[in-house]
């Protein structure tokens, strides 16, 4: 669309709210992962994630100062460096018991070993090794515990950030990834909330939903704009403010809200 069709006008905070939110159940009906029904493009390791739920936890330990797509596949390319599952033996698997026990230094070479599995190397190796033995103690040795037993949101989140390397975002983005994608009975989904992440925030406040892009203020609009689910928004708006909200330079007229969009703070 060509910049005459995408004006910025005065739209009400209810235009702006009703297209984000149809934007966000089509991402719903979908059963989005993050960026489209996958959350990495290694099929091998996608396949991990959608199958292993201590994989998935572990990917989303992951997620952190590194792009989404590299941190999905972090448990998958642990595993083949550690020797479990290599092409000519697959499946590629999970071994949380080896994790709890390894020796941290040896883990933390593995994790250095170019090219690096995460930029935060030996803080990762802290997460891993501290998620597999809550895992092991806790949970049965199966990370599906943490949530099959159809937890409210709340509870849900509490039991995450309990997790070394879980707080407020990694565990309202994990809550939305079990319901929205894996279809997990979740209760009173009130209680689901945005993850302040920095996108989420620029978008919130760019959209005139929050009035500012401080974290707390954010996820406390989130709730005032759509209580019934606050977190239903989390991914619409994330993905907005990565491909076209961006910090300088944002694409208008590529953006889904083009048109309804007030751009706060753009000019």
């Known amino acids: 669309m060509g910049a005459a069709g995408c004006r910025r006008r005065d739209a009400s905070s209810a235009e702006v709210l009703r297209e984000l939110l149809r934007f966000a159940r089509e991402l719903e009906e979908g059963r989005a992962a993050q960026e489209g029904s996958k959350f990495t493009d290694v099929e091998e390791a996608n396949r991990l994630v959608e199958s292993d739920p201590n994989a998935f936890l572990l990917a989303a330990l992951f997620t952190q100062g590194i792009p989404a797509e590299k941190a999905w596949a ?108 894996f279809r997990v009975r979740i209760g009173e989904q009130s209680g689901t909330d945005v993850a302040a992440d920095v996108h989420v925030r620029r978008v919130m406040y760019r959209t005139g939903i929050s009035p500012s892009e401080e974290a707390e203020t954010v996820v406390d609009s989130a709730r005032l704009a759509c209580p019934e689910r606050p977190g239903l928004l989390d991914l619409a708006c994330w993905l907005i403010g990565r491909h076209w909200c961006h910090p300088r330079n944002p694409d208008h007229d590529a953006c889904r809200l083009c048109g309804v969009c007030p751009r706060i703070g753009t000019h």
Request: charged content about 30%; cysteine-free.
């Open 74 to 181: 972090g448990p998958y390319l642990l595993a083949r460096r550690l020797g479990e599952g290599p092409d000519t033996r697959p499946p590629v698997r999970i071994d949380i018991g080896r994790l709890a026990e390894m020796d941290f230094e040896k883990l933390a070479a593995v994790f250095a070993r170019k090219p690096v599995l995460h930029r935060y190397k030996r803080q990762m190796v802290r997460y891993i090794q501290s998620a597999a033995r809550r895992i092991l103690q806790e949970y049965e040795g199966d990370a599906s515990n943490i949530w099959n037993d159809r937890p409210t949101a709340r509870q849900l989140q509490e039991r995450l950030v309990a997790f070394d390397g879980i707080g407020q975002k990694k565990a309202a983005m994990i809550v939305e990834i079990l319901g929205r994608h």
